[in-house]
């Protein structure tokens, strides 16, 4: 069962925190899972693993 959903909203952690938008989830032949991102501010589909992304915290850049 795949960790994201489509419309989730999410960061990668291994690039400063991009975030962005899943809008494709793909399943691997060894029965792992990719993700198509749509990236804010690329106007572009990046594709992810699992391991390298996280829910966003929506915590990011928030002004007090």
């Known amino acids: 069962m ?3 959903s489509i419309g989730e909203q999410v960061d990668n952690v ?3 925190h991009e975030g962005g938008t899943i809008v ?8 792992k899972f ?4 749509d990236t804010e501010g690329y106007g572009t589909l990046k594709f992810f693993t699992e391991e390298k992304l996280v ?6 850049g928030v002004r007090p």
Do not use: C, E, L, Q
């Open 14 to 16: 291994a690039d400063d």
């Open 55 to 60: 829910v966003h915290s929506g915590k990011a």
């Open 24 to 31: 494709a989830v793909f399943p691997t032949v060894d029965g």
């Open 34 to 37: 990719r993700y198509a991102v």
């Open 2 to 4: 795949a960790k994201f």
